[in-house]
């Protein structure tokens, strides 16, 4: 345990240096630990988020009760029950407004997009996943947003994780993209409606976030 922590380490000083960039279709890639240098900044932002809107295990509107927990913060919130998917400006379980989006979210989300080509990144919704060991994101279409034509900026945190993305269709056989701690997937344009999920999380146990993946998805929902 102790060295692969170390060659954690390493490899992580080694991205914060220089960034990589992976390509993962036309208009969508893998920005390697491109949020390495906001996570000091982000924590104490999704800590105040989560004081006033935690986590929750929500139901879809085919009744099940979804593995991953569910938070949101922006002027407008994420949420699914039995009446269907949509977003919202009040979270449903305070009957208050969403928290604000951090002022460190909303640089890192818009440098994100910049970065992999979409400049002008506006996002007014950011859905907070919380993922712990055997917690699953079934593949889905990101579809209840107003318009496609901004794109969808998603930052891993803690545990590493295996992505899908696949294609169109829900039949075209997905990528598997391994995400660490600080791992930044951006698609949009023609990649915008691709399929995509995340694999059971494997147990592990992260230094900073403990037995845990925390995904940050920014939309420009309304
Ligand atoms: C999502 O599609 O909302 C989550 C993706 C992820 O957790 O990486
Ligand atoms: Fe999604």
Redesign the pocket.
Known sequence: MPSNHTADLFAEAELRQAPRTEPLGPQACVLRGFALPWVERLLPGLRGVLRAAPFRQMVTPGGFTMS?GLSSCGQLGWTTDRDGYRYTAVDPQSGQPWPAMPEAFRELARAAATQAGFAGFEPDAC?I?H?VPGAR?SL?Q?KDERDYGAP?V?V?LGLP?V?QLGGQQRSERPLRVP?QHGDV?VWGGVDRLRY???LPLKDGMHPLLGPR?I?L?FRQAG
């Open positions: 991953v859905l996943n993922y994101m889905h990101d969808i998603s891993s994780a992505f995400l997937v995509h999920g995340v993946r995904n998805t």
